[in-house]
């Protein structure tokens, strides 16, 4: 059972549309973050976040952008979406102090056309 | 900065079988060390964590993992493999402080009749 959720789990979706990936978690987690993942490629951070109001850009350069206004909400945008954004972005959380592990969604495939 | 190398890009094995998965790592001090595995169209879940202690650390679904400092390794096994263990491994490390988790490029394991 999925304590962390994302959608859609798929979109496709044209050139220069603004689209937002949703991601909600029910644990209460205070640490939030957003991965980008592509074939045969590790997982990138691209966005994080330590709590409410809080967020910081990852090691991987995006233009998207992310806003954490509740604990349990951490939607990406992307203003205007471009095929070069075409993904897959995951979502996790995590909790405590120290390396407490990530708990992930199930992901958003995002396709631009 | 940490990093991950996962030398294999994709292993089969038949069922039943043993099966070890190779992970090294490079981090100036301890690392918080975990594998993930993940199912086609699925999020990340994880399998095991190493922090401290005991170097032989035990995980769900019959896998182990074991912390060697002097190899800097942490190599995921288990005795005897299912078809349903077919999936994308990834092994990970995080830095002390803020939990950000450097990711291999992940390891595909395939298992055959």
């Known amino acids: 059972e999925a304590d962390i959720y994302q959608t859609p789990r798929y979109l496709v979706i044209g050139t220069g549309k603004k689209i937002t990936l949703e991601c909600s978690q029910t644990?209460?987690?205070?640490?939030m973050y957003w991965y980008q993942q592509d074939p045969g490629m590790e997982l990138h951070l691209i966005h994080y976040?330590?709590?409410?109001?809080?967020?910081e850009k990852g090691d991987l350069s995006s233009e998207s952008t992310v806003s954490r206004i509740r604990t349990e909400h951490f939607p990406l945008t992307l203003e205007s979406a471009r095929p070069s954004h075409t993904s897959q972005y995951l979502c996790?959380?995590?909790?405590?102090?120290?390396?407490?592990?990530?708990?992930f969604g199930n992901g958003t495939r995002l396709t631009v056309t | 900065a940490q990093s991950v190398t996962q030398p294999d890009i994709h292993i089969t094995v038949s069922e039943g079988a043993s099966l070890e998965l190779r992970c090294n790592y490079s981090?100036?001090?301890?690392?918080?060390l975990f594998w993930y595995v993940q199912s086609p169209g699925q999020g990340l879940q994880l399998l095991l964590k190493?922090?401290?202690?005991?170097?032989l650390v035990q995980g769900i679904k019959g896998f182990e993992a074991e912390f060697k400092r002097s190899q800097s390794s942490f190599n995921l096994r288990k005795p005897s493999v299912h078809w349903s263990d077919a999936a994308e491994y990834f092994c990970a490390v995080g830095a002390t402080g803020f939990q950000k988790l450097v990711f291999g490029t992940g390891t595909r394991l395939l298992v055959s009749p």
């Open positions: 190493y922090f401290s202690g005991d170097t």
């Open positions: 976040s330590y709590g409410v109001n809080s967020t």
């Open positions: 996790a959380s995590s909790a405590g102090q120290g390396a407490s592990p990530l708990h």
């Open positions: 981090y100036g001090a301890t690392p918080y």
């Open positions: 644990m209460g987690h205070d640490k």
